[in-house]
Structures are given as structure tokens and as C-alpha cells.
């Protein structure tokens, strides 16, 4: 039987393409991918397409994709019906507490605004502290909440570190790593039992 795959386009995709690369599928087209989202591999029974990160969760719970590669960080904002299988141990990356220097909401007594754009993560991490900031959620360059004065704090992921250094932010706690991973569906994890485990195996075997 075929196998539906969603990737993550952006930041992960490189990376999972090098991944299923090394183990030895034909992955050529997404490559070269042009304006294409849907990408058949060339050596295997196999279509990819890409999505967002927050879609690739939807088409798995849908059963559109049978497997989906997403990062930790959307997985644990929302989303819950599908079986996470494999770490795939890239795009790892951190989950931080960050801010102006001097200026630690962990610190700072009174009303407290966060900005993030994961208020889920965002509200439990504050809330396993005894903790109930403000929360104001935000689509991108969260960064310059701080600088701009919109809140006290971002709630974010950190790989490098460069965004926040190039924009005077210092990092005040860190929430938990985060990395790319394998999620199933339901029914297909049952019906393609011996396909998802071939293609989980293939990964596991990747990363030696
Ligand atoms: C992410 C994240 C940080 C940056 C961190 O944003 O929100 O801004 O990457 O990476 P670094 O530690 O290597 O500098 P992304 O590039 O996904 O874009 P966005 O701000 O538009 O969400």
C-alpha cells in the first residue's frame, strides 16, 4: 500500500529531505521542487507534500497523510489524536523564557505580559511556576515584543540563538528541547502497519 507523507516546509525541510535522503529514498523532486506541493519519490510508493507545521498535525488526525514530519514545538501547542513515533533527532532546538537584561519576568512582581506564538506552551509553562502572566499571542519576529515594549517577555524557540543576540535579548529560563518528529494516524498505523514501521525503521537506521 502507498504512503501519504506531510512535511513541515520552511526551517525543517531541508533537513528532513537530507534525512530521507541518507536513507535511501528518491527524493529528487522535492529538491527541485519549483512552486510544486505535492511530490511522488522516485525510487518508492511514496508521495510527499508540504504544509505548514500546525496543517501537517491537521492532514495526519484527517488520515490525508498517513505520517507527518513535524517539529515538538507544534505538537505540544495543540493537536492530540495521532501516535508519536520517532524522534528524529533534528531541527533540534530550544524552548525559552527570553527578554531584555535586568528585565526577568520570572523576577518582576505584578501584572506580567508574555509574547509568544504558542499561548498553550506559553500558559503551562508559567502556570507549573504558580505563575498567570498575560498572554499575547504573536504570528512572527516575536522578538520584538520586548524592544517595542508590548510585553516584558517571549515565550520562543531558540536554535541558534543569533535573533535574539542581534536584538539585545538574553535568555532567562529554558522550558524544554524540542526537535522534529514522526507522528501517525490512527488507522493507518493499524492498516499499513508494515509500511509505517518500514519507513520508521528506515529513519531510526538513518541517524546511525
Ligand atoms: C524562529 C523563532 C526565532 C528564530 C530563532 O523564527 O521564532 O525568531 O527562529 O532562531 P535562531 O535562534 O537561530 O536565531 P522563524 O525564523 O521561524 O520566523 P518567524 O519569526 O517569522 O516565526
Not at 7 to 19: Q, W
Request: charged content about 25%; proline content about 3%; glycine content about 10%.
Amino acid at each position: 500500500m502507498s504512503l501519504s507523507i506531510a512535511l513541515t516546509k520552511g526551517r525543517l525541510e531541508e533537513k528532513t529531505v537530507a534525512m530521507l535522503e541518507k536513507s535511501g529514498y528518491g527524493v529528487e523532486r522535492l529538491k527541485d521542487k519549483g512552486r510544486a506541493l505535492i511530490f511522488p519519490d522516485t525510487k518508492k510508493d511514496i508521495q510527499y507534500f508540504l504544509a505548514k507545521p500546525n496543517d501537517v498535525i491537521t492532514y495526519v488526525e484527517h488520515g490525508v497523510a498517513d505520517i507527518g514530519i513535524v517539529g515538538k514545538d507544534t505538537l505540544m501547542e495543540g493537536g492530540k489524536d495521532y501516535y508519536e513515533l520517532l524522534d528524529m533527532n533534528t531541527g533540534i532546538c530550544q524552548f525559552i523564557l527570553a527578554g531584555l537584561p535586568g528585565n526577568n519576568p520570572l523576577e518582576k512582581v505584578g501584572h506580567i505580559k508574555i509574547g509568544t506564538k504558542y499561548p498553550n506552551v506559553t500558559a503551562s509553562y508559567f502556570h507549573a511556576k504558580g505563575m498567570e502572566p498575560e498572554i499575547i499571542k504573536i504570528d512572527g519576529s516575536v522578538e520584538l515584543g520586548p524592544v517595542l515594549g508590548l510585553c516584558d517577555g517571549i515565550v520562543d524557540i531558540m536554535e541558534t540563538g543569533t535573533t535574539l543576540k542581534e536584538n539585545g535579548l538574553v535568555v532567562f529560563d529554558t522550558v524544554c528541547r524540542i526537535s522534529a518528529r514522526a507522528i501517525v494516524n490512527k488507522v493507518s498505523f493499524k492498516l499499513k502497519k508494515d509500511e509505517v514501521n518500514a519507513f520508521l525503521n528506515d529513519l531510526r537506521e538513518s541517524e546511525k
